[in-house]
């Protein structure tokens, strides 16, 4: 088999046993399945389509019937097992690793796991897929998917919705462009109303990768066939069309076996005079063609598929490693792992503290601004009323005229002034403590400990156990600054009495009121409002001293207290305890968060197939290159002087165009004339295939430069020979030059190839027809020879051989001698 056709279909192995379908997994992980090129079975209900998809396995194998038998797409993919007395056998995604020899009980498993998952899910049908693989010596490799019927009316009590459904889920999987469709028909209905033709046009408009299947031809009505839609003249299809015999539900009923449906088939088509003459019938054709397709199909892909494997390995790599490996196991492991990531949370932390904004500056503000601006708000203004004093001092002093200073009045009011200073103190620490807590929550959401988003358990504890810390660091801070403010309200002497009536601190500093006057400013009055101003300016003076010394000695406290014990212990409790943590609490900490347990999981499963498949696929890449490399020293040993670049690409030399062997028919058809865009130079006009080679036997000899070998080695061979090649039937004789269309004239004047000569000199200009055959050398523009000397015998636009010389520089295998030799042969 195909090296690459084999490499793909192990690479659907792996995806099929890694339960990676065409569906994919619902789009947050890369489906392999869908990239790889398989054939799907759509049609409506019972027309035939499990049956056709029997009949090309040669098994028994799938439920059938009338009604909605297939309720789940089932995606297929058989392998030829290389040993040829290997047993066959089958085995399920689901049931990875369990090899089913019995394929009445594969169906039987169909069946079952049909069954439990649409009651699991509650419908009818569902297009969750069962996968399959069946390996034996005697099967043709191939990826196909057997559907559920389309229909235009529900039956049997199913629901309205489930048309839509069923519509849906075959267009999601035939709208991929790696998919060859299988539009199956019955003979026995109207084409014009199958919905199978109707989806396919829909996702496949040119027709390119659909192929229409009739089936029942042997249940139309009598005296009616169906020869016209097979030649392709009623309802026309791109690929055209294949007519099968199945085995109708007597047949099943009664056991009919496979060999014998195909015998009756056979039979069928051979009695019928309807049929003569037709190639396209057969459960045979139709599994050739298919392999053919997907051959084709699959050649084309695969560097979409390495492509889409490496990228998808990148990817999946990524993300497996930023999420971390997986978790610790053993007790000390664990707690490791924990301080580990209380020491980084409390790193980042602290840094954010350090850091400035949203960290450190916030504080500072609360110190700079909102501090002094809170204090400055305080009702002293109250207090300092002449009025308020006069009563205050007369009722704690008493009416008398004092000698000293009424101490006891002074007192009290600076005690009341003083008690205002507590509230915005206080705040501050609430503040601040806010602030801390915030900055808390910002470090737990940030990427620095990303780590963490793996076990939100922890996270919360740290988180939590850091709240705790800051709320005890906030009481000792409160304390603290409670104390400050008590001390400047009660801390007041004899000494100090005198002092301030001075105007004066202790330290000799002058004092300044609240609103900035000096305090020993002489106020106006009558004698006695004299005097309460005076004591009124003394006590305001002396309430500023105190603001003054609180706004910066407060905030030391706080950042003592609490913004460093912070900064330094802020999870040091909690790293304690965990070091004392036995394994199952532990354990608890360390719980990874479900969705990424189970994200991590399948990443780790996808990317393991996604590994094997590379593997696969680079071995194929490698086994090309070496293919080219042997070629190309072959080519050297035999024309030293041959540049490189002048290669025969493997399987060219001599080509019988099997599929192994060449490039050409494997993506294309053999029937060149299909290609209707390539044209040639004829005569001074473009000319389709279809016009120089229908209804001719031709013979069609490509020269690479118009040179010495082409002149006096290739075309005098043709012409010398040209009555023998008539002789064999060739009615025309083409040379091919890649030039323009001038150069070549020129050349085959020189020759004299003009009107009326045995050998039509036609002209390739932009290549493509060299191009199409496989056979360029060089891009357009390149020096020297531009396409590999060959020969071909064309019979009715069909490329039936094609030699090619291992150098451009010889004219052997593509002598008009060498292709008498093949025509002799084919006789
Ligand atoms: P699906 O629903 O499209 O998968 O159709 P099935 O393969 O289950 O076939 C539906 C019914 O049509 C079964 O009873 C088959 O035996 C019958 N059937 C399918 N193909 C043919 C055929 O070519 N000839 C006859 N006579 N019956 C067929
Ligand atoms: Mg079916």
Redesign the pocket.
Known sequence: MDSVLKAVNRVSQIAALAGDTQVGDGGSLPSLARQLPKIVVV?G???????VLEAVVGRDFLP???GI??RRPLELQLETAADPNAREYGEFGHLAGQKIYDFEEIRKEIEAETMRHTQKRGTIVSPVPITLRIVSPLLPALSMV?MP?LTKVPIDGQPKSIVQELENMARDYVKHENVIILA?TPANADLATSDALRLAREVDPTGERTIGVL?????MDPGTNCRDVLEGHSYVLKNGWIG??????A??NSRMSMADARARELAFFHKKADYGGIKNIGTGFLSTELSERLVASVRRQLPNISAFVNKSVMDLQRELEAMGGPAATSRGEMIHLVLTLCRKFETSFAKLIDGGKGGGELILTVFEKRLPDSIEKQPFKKILDVAYVKRVIEEADGIQPHLVAPEAGYRRLLEEALGYLKDPTDKSVEEVFVLLRRMVDNVANSEEVRALKRYPTLRREIVTAAYRALEKFKEETRKMVLIMVEMERNYITAEYFRTIQMGKMPDGKLMYTLDGRPVTEEPEGSPEEKHYKRIINQVSGYVREVCTQLTQTVPKAIVHCMVLQSKDKLLEEMSASVAGDQELALKRLLGEDEALMKRREALTHKLDMLRRAQGELTSVDQQSELTQRLAFSATAQADPSSSPFYAVPEGHQNSDLSSEACHIGLSRRKDLTLREDVRLMCNGEMQTLAQLLKGHKAVVFGVPDCGKVCSEQHVPGFLQRCDDLRNAGVSRVLCVAVSDAAAADAWADKLSLGDGSKIQVVTDPNAAFTRFLGMELAPPGAPGPRSQRYAAVVDDGVLLKVCVDKSPGEAKASSADSIMQVLAAMH
């Open positions: 049609g209900q019972s027309s035939g389509k499990s049956s059938r019937g009338t038998v297939t057997d019927g199956v089936t029942k031809i042997d249940i099968v015999v199945n085995r109708g539900q047949d099943i």
